[in-house]
């Protein structure tokens, strides 16, 4: 049994969208806890998501300083999302 990160998590840019994925469903929580949930557990909730949110957006800034010091070549997450639609 082979012990590692699974194979298809192997590409930058596939690892970058899935950071991505994360951090708009992150704000979607935001922003549904900020709209429909009331009084303190409304507030604590969007800000709970918030920060989880801006802590995934410094993984993905930390992700990518990596990645550039490695020698991948890497043009952002619009440009991945381009390359699965092609």
């Known amino acids: 049994m082979a012990i590692g990160p699974p194979t298809a998590l192997a590409d930058f840019g596939t690892r970058s969208v899935l950071t991505h994925a994360i951090m708009a469903f992150g704000f979607l929580g935001a922003a549904t806890s900020a709209l429909l949930v009331e009084g303190q557990i409304g507030l604590v909730s969007f800000v ?3 920060n ?3 802590g995934m957006w410094i993984c993905q800034s930390i992700h990518s300083l990596g990645s550039t010091a490695a020698g991948v070549e890497y043009d952002g ?3 991945e999302v381009l390359n699965y639609v092609r």
Request: proline share 0%; hydrophobic share 80%; aromatic share 22%.
């Open 48 to 50: 709970a998501f918030v």
């Open 52 to 54: 989880f949110t801006a």
């Open 77 to 79: 997450v619009l440009d």
